[in-house]
């Protein structure tokens, strides 16, 4: 059984894709090739689960074969920006490609056959790659898919 169906319809009626559809969508495009080993500094937090919970959670992956890296990243801080600062080491000359973002709202937002497309990726802003750094800022409560030519 699938507990977080990432489409959804109504019999007889339409389909609409859920918030989670989104990041399987770009795991999946663009999470191929060899992962790299990312290091996060940033502030952290206790909970039930856990003790040192890092804000931001990072992932990256370098395709060979298209030249690109793609960087999936969560700041989790339920209302302070994070700033982005993450050198890009043994990559030269790569230029920013794909900023896609969702989030930085209510968490309790959710799509419908009324509203399919309340929470949706879109263009992501004040991210960029400067001398050899992608650098930024990433609201809270917001996921970023940033996709990165580097051949």
Known sequence: MNVIAPI??????PAWRQTIYHPFRF?????RGTALDVRVDAPTYDCEVGHDVSYLDVAAV???????VTVFIVNRHLEETAE????????????LIAH???????????NSADAPDRVAPRAGEKVSVEDGRLV???PPLSYHV??????
Do not use: Q
Not at 8 to 13: C, L, P
Not at 100 to 110: F, N, P, Q, V
Not at 146 to 151: G, I, K, P
């Open 8 to 13: 959804r319809a109504e019999k007889g009626g």
């Open 27 to 31: 795991a999946s495009l663009y999470g």
């Open 62 to 68: 370098h395709d060979a074969i298209g030249g690109t």
């Open 84 to 95: 982005l600062d993450m050198a890009l080491e043994g990559f030269d000359a790569c230029r």
């Open 100 to 110: 896609e973002t969702m989030g930085g709202g209510d968490l309790r937002e959710t």
């Open 136 to 138: 930024g800022a990433l």
């Open 146 to 151: 940033l996709r990165l030519d580097c051949a």
